[in-house]
Nanobody, 115 residues
């Protein structure tokens, strides 16, 4: 059974940093795409950043210059380095993996940015 497990969330003050990690287990393939999405209370889930197996990355405009996605493809692990965090970054962050037409999700990790 495929599992994606996120870690690294927590409470941080505005301007602070967090590093999220997502590790996959129960698979014998390499995800074509891995990424991070987030969902704030009362809002739809939105893309934060994604990276392909070939190394291409994309991220939403609101986090450009502050967040960096990276991946250890051999291990199906993806990271999200988040700097200069803002209160509006508060959300549950979900890890996503995509392979052969199927999408897999982690259960999410809470990130709260507050003083």
């Amino acid at each position: 059974q495929v599992q994606l497990v996120e870690s690294g969330g927590g409470l941080v003050q505005p301007g602070g940093s967090l590093r999220l990690s997502c590790a996959a287990s129960g698979i014998i393939f390499t995800f074509d795409v891995m990424g991070w999405y987030r969902q704030a209370p009362g809002k739809q889930r939105e893309l934060v950043a994604e990276t392909t197996r070939g190394g291409s990355t994309t991220c939403t405009d609101s986090v450009k210059g502050r967040f960096t996605i990276s991946r250890d493809g051999a291990e199906n692990t993806v990271y999200l380095q988040m700097n200069s965090l803002k209160p509006e970054d508060t959300a549950v962050y979900y890890c996503k993996g995509f392979y052969a037409g199927s999408t897999y999700w982690g259960r999410g990790t809470q990130v709260t940015v507050s003083s």
